[in-house]
């Protein structure tokens, strides 16, 4: 199994996840000539994507789903409540199959086993993913604004994990956002900094991680060496062994051993 990102940040999000005969994508923030040109950057067509998975209904995850499943008849799964929040993008007389899942439910795409879970975060039924092979784990957690324990069951002795990091909470607070956004993004509905994230990561048994990448950092409000420094110290690694999911690159493919 091996993963990359299309781009990770407030202007737009996508992850890719395979295994054998199976590609998906969670989520798709951006327009439909930018996913094709981040997908051939990775090497892949859309085309070849077996489905797409979408987190929630905000347009930086789900601005940019429909119009490529719709043109590439690409299947989608999501929740109920993420369902009724995007019907408005759906394209008239769309031919997308769409696929309404149980958050808490195991089910398979292809070769690929996929876990959803809640998050507390401002949208309808929000959820984030483990991706499994039946032996290795991927963990994805990010658009949360606090930890549960049921989240840190979910990733926890995972094999490689995609980790929010969205803010420095010293730099959102002493930052350019109005005080009604820093609230909201500081909420427990809202996004995670790095110390709460950091403090996931000591609770959970992180002893199989072959890859622990950041995503979701603010442009205004967190910077690369400030995730990297809290992260690897509570790892106890060098911080160039974090990676970073970047806005424009995201990360090419990591592979899962």
Known sequence: MRFASLGSGSAGNGLLVEHQQTTLLMD?????????????????TPESLTGILVTHEHDDHAGGVFKLANKYRI????????????????????????????????????DIQVQPFPVPHDAREPVQYVFSNGDKKLGVLTDTGTSTPHIEAMLNACDALLLECNHDLDMLMNGPYTWTLKQRVSSRLGHLDN????????KIDTSKLQHLIA???????????LVKKVLSEVLNCEEDWIGIADQDVGFTWRQIA
Not at 94 to 104: C, E, K, L
Not at 195 to 202: N, V
Request: charged content about 15%; overall charge neutral; glycine content about 8%.
């Open 75 to 110: 299947p989608v799964w999501l929740t109920h409540g993420t369902y009724k929040m995007v019907e408005r993008l759906l394209p008239d007389n769309h031919q997308i199959a769409i696929h309404v899942i149980d958050s808490h439910q195991l089910f398979s795409i292809g």
């Open 28 to 44: 798709c923030g951006f327009g439909i000539r930018d996913s094709v040109n981040r997908l051939e950057r990775l090497g892949v």
């Open 195 to 202: 110390q709460s994230s950091a403090g996931i990561l000591d």
């Open 215 to 225: 995503a979701h950092l603010s442009a205004k409000n967190n910077s690369q060496a």
